[in-house]
């Protein structure tokens, strides 16, 4: 079943660019690779944000088999298919496969857009709850966003335990994703929210993150241009050389 794997993740201070070499040109493509994998888009956090966002960088995985693309990664582990540097801050990693249950758009025949900023709202459902409120989150709220035209497509995704690659209680039961047209003006619709709102009682967290670029298939990677496998290979010595640098190995799952 078709599920995402979102990755929440933070460099290390001062090391974008060590980090932003490796995520872009190494470690998404090592993905790619992995059987499992669909695609993948980068997103950075936005200027226009609800609250200060918790992590500067979103990725959005798609994958038809979260269970095999886990046991690629773990497969991977400790070889030169899935290497990284140490550019980035691993004790505040937050990823997770989610899986959806509802979805809505605007815009039919564009079914899958990927040029348009990203709002993710991350809510947290008590267990007895979570019937009551995904059923009002497709036949209320998502109806209620798309009559802005700022909205471009919403959907709500939950957590399960299937698939994912380590045994964990997540932060948020529940993700919402929206494509938007223009952020500040969708927020507009975020901001006024009724105090008898169900969400108004929930732990809930919204960041709007912007495209680093269009998104990256599995297609594209295994049909790389000599050029691109250049590119690809030399930041993959730069990152193995940062490794070696602070004595640590050079690879893990995140």
């Known amino acids: ?63 038809f088999d979260p269970a095999l693309l886990s046991r690629e990664h773990r497969d991977a582990m400790g070889t030169r298919r899935m290497v990284v ?43 007895a709850q979570r019937a009551d409120f995904e059923d009002w989150y497709a036949a209320e709220r998502m109806p209620a966003l798309l009559t802005s035209p700022a909205h471009v497509a919403g959907m709500l995704l939950r957590f399960d335990p299937a698939g994912q690659m380590l045994e964990f209680d997540p932060v948020f039961s529940h993700i919402a994703l929206w494509r938007v047209a223009n952020v500040h003006a969708a927020l507009a619709s975020w901001r006024n929210l009724p105090t008898d709102s169900p969400l108004s009682t929930l732990k809930r967290k919204v960041g709007c993150f912007e495209p680093m670029a269009p998104y990256l298939t599995r297609d594209h990677v295994l049909q790389a241009s000599d050029e691109l496998l250049e590119i690809e290979e030399a930041a993959r010595r730069r990152a193995e050389a940062s490794a070696a640098t602070t004595g640590q190995p050079g690879v893990k799952w995140r």
């Open 1 to 63: 079943m078709q599920a995402f794997l979102t990755v929440l993740i933070n460099p290390v201070e001062g090391r974008d660019a060590d980090f932003n070499d490796w995520y872009t040109h190494v470690h998404i493509r090592d993905v790619m690779r992995f059987a499992g994998s669909v695609r993948v888009q980068r997103l950075v956090a936005s200027e226009i944000q609800m609250e200060a966002p918790s992590h500067r960088y979103f990725t959005l995985y798609d994958t």
């Open 85 to 127: 540097t140490h550019a980035h801050d691993k004790a505040n990693v937050i990823n997770g496969y989610y899986y959806p249950i509802a979805a809505r758009t605007n815009a039919p025949t564009d079914l899958t857009p990927d040029d348009q900023p990203l709002i993710l709202e991350q809510i947290d459902v008590p267990m």
